[in-house]
């Protein structure tokens, strides 16, 4: 092992031993952009909200700052109708401006330490979004995670992030780059912290047809979910509303509330049992028979 190795297992360490004792970190994270991730994270964090527990956000994706600004419009919206919605505590981080790698990690190792410090004195669960990307801070989030949930669309592209796949035979092969990534952090926490990170990764945006391509991206997963060792959970089905509720901040589980111009329909109805579903497969800490009012 060379010393930057060495340097990097090190940090690695630091970040796992950094991660809270009393909020739960969950990670909505890959290293591919348009997965659905903060589509996922803003639900999360509502629904739980909703169920009584207290919810802080780390948005890590600091160029497009999607759930940022999704959370934005949500206070937009109820200001304006006067209306209140549950919202998360946010606590924003930093991009260093240094020009020295090390400085830059230094910045950044501060900077997230004090944020989970903070958010985990406040709250029960931190929902961190993760960039589309191998970032510093990527890597410190998932070090520091309790559960990695990687949203996976049906496609070979998404797939290739977890494992390399044999265009003839469609055999899964090796393990892949985030997956590589994940399976470091996971040895690392259990290193450093005699705790385990449950790694769930969940299709999103799934059609509704049936395909030949949708089939074999889902028997790759089960295949490759016994040798590497995630949990597999069914996801969330394609359907435009996720998109149309962005621009007010909202999420399927507000439909009902005053001011909302959304037509509710039987999708929206069996979206929200997706979500519900999703919970459950979680088995978050505190959760096990609790009413989901949504």
Known sequence: MSHTDTADQIRTDDAARAAPQGAHVIVVGNEKGGAG?????????????????????????????????????????????????????????????????????????????????????????????????????????????????????DSFVDFALLADVDPDTFEVGRPSVYAAMVWESRK???????????????????????????????????????RIGFRLAPGFSERVIYRELFPAGLTLIDLTESGSSVAFTMSHVAARQELRELIIILKLPGLAGARMPF
């Open 188 to 226: 690392m926490k259990a290193k450093a912290t005699r705790r385990t990170i449950d790694w769930v990764v969940m299709r999103n945006r799934v059609s509704m047809l049936d395909a030949h391509n949708k089939r074999r991206v889902w028997e790759g997963l089960k295949s490759l979910s016994e």
């Open 37 to 153: 991730k903060s589509t996922i994270a803003i639900h999360l964090a509502v629904a739980l909200l909703r169920m009584g527990k207290r919810v802080g956000v780390i948005d890590l994706d600091l160029r497009q700052a999607t759930l940022t600004r999704y959370l934005e419009n949500r206070r937009r919206w109820a200001h304006k109708r006067q209306v209140s919605l549950p919202m998360p505590v946010e606590r924003p981080v930093p991009a260093s401006a240094s020009r020295s790698l090390d400085d830059v990690e230094a910045e950044e190792r501060e900077a997230w330490t004090a944020a989970l410090a903070e958010l985990s004195g406040a709250c029960d669960f931190i929902i961190v979004d993760a960039p589309g990307g191998d970032t510093h801070y990527a890597r410190l989030a998932h070090a520091s995670a309790d559960t990695i949930v990687t949203p996976v669309n």
